[in-house]
Nanobody, 124 residues
Framework: QVQLVESGGGLVQAGGSLSLSCAGT????????MGWFRQAPGTEREFVGAISWNGGRTYYADSVKGRFTISRDNAKNTVYLQMNSLKPEDTAVYYC?????????????????WGQGTQVTVSS
C-alpha cells in the first residue's frame, strides 16, 4: 500500500510555470507506475501523463505534450510534474495516482491509490 501527497499547486498567469510534487510513503513506491490526472469543475477526471516504475517511459495527453514533463526519483519516493507554458484551460485540481507497474495509467480505473489533489489556477 502507498499513500500519496501532492504539493506545489497555486495561481499562475498564462504562459507561466508550476512544478508539482507527489510524495509517496512505503518501501514499495518504486514498484508502482505513476500517473497525473486533473479534474476541472463539472468535468470528468482526465489523464495528463504517466511514468513507468523506473522512469524509463513517459506518456502524455495530447493537450499537454511538449509543455508538461513527468519525472520521478525513487530514492525520494517522489514523482514530479513540471508544467510550462500554462494556459487557462489547464486550470483544475491535479491528482497523482499509483497503479500496477505493468500498466500504463491512462484511465482512473487503472489506478489503485490517489493523492488528495492540489489546485492549479491559470489566469488569463
Amino acid at each position: 500500500q502507498v499513500q500519496l501527497v501532492e504539493s506545489g499547486g497555486g495561481l499562475v498567469q498564462a504562459g507561466g510555470s508550476l512544478s508539482l510534487s507527489c510524495a509517496g510513503t512505503g518501501r514499495t513506491f518504486s514498484s508502482y507506475g505513476m500517473g497525473w490526472f486533473r479534474q476541472a469543475p463539472g468535468t470528468e477526471r482526465e489523464f495528463v501523463g504517466a511514468i513507468s516504475w523506473n522512469g524509463g517511459r513517459t506518456y502524455y495527453a495530447d493537450s499537454v505534450k511538449g509543455r508538461f514533463t513527468i519525472s520521478r526519483d525513487n530514492a525520494k519516493n517522489t514523482v514530479y510534474l513540471q508544467m510550462n507554458s500554462l494556459k487557462p484551460e489547464d486550470t483544475a485540481v491535479y491528482y497523482c495516482a499509483a497503479g500496477p507497474a505493468a500498466a500504463v495509467l491512462y484511465s482512473p480505473g487503472d489506478c489503485s491509490y490517489w493523492g488528495q489533489g492540489t489546485q492549479v489556477t491559470v489566469s488569463s
